[in-house]
């Protein structure tokens, strides 16, 4: 992908990703690399910073002897991605603008 993520957008793309369902961090980077290049050294910050602000809790399940640890969305966290899906909306619709070389409205404007 050309265009570079933020923090920002990799925390809506991580909280998308498990509202489908509960993931391992494994499973979330390969769902993730396929859509915006994200790695793991990238991705476990990420899922650590969520968790310390509320937005994630996290559970081990057993398997072949070893634990799998599992991230699950919070309240919290449903609340925050509800947030981005807002903004991600008014901010895809600020580009569609410029990149379909119409001018930004002023009420857009921050």
């Known amino acids: ?16 990703t498990l509202e489908r369902e509960d993931a391992y961090g494994y499973r979330i980077t390969q769902e993730l690399s396929r859509g915006i290049g994200a790695s793991e050294s990238s991705l476990y910050p990420v ?23 599992y991230y699950q969305l919070t309240p919290r966290g449903r609340q925050v991605l509800a947030t981005y899906k807002e903004e991600w909306i008014e901010y895809k619709k600020c580009i569609d603008k410029i990149l379909a070389n119409n001018t930004v409205s002023e009420e857009n404007q921050p």
Request: glycine share 6%; hydrophobic share 45%; aromatic share 2%.
């Open 47 to 69: 899922l650590r910073r969520l968790q310390k602000d509320g937005c994630l809790t996290t559970y081990d399940v057993a398997i072949s002897g070893r634990n799998r640890r």
């Open 1 to 16: 992908m050309l265009l570079p993520v933020n923090a920002a957008m990799m925390d809506a793309c991580v909280l998308a």
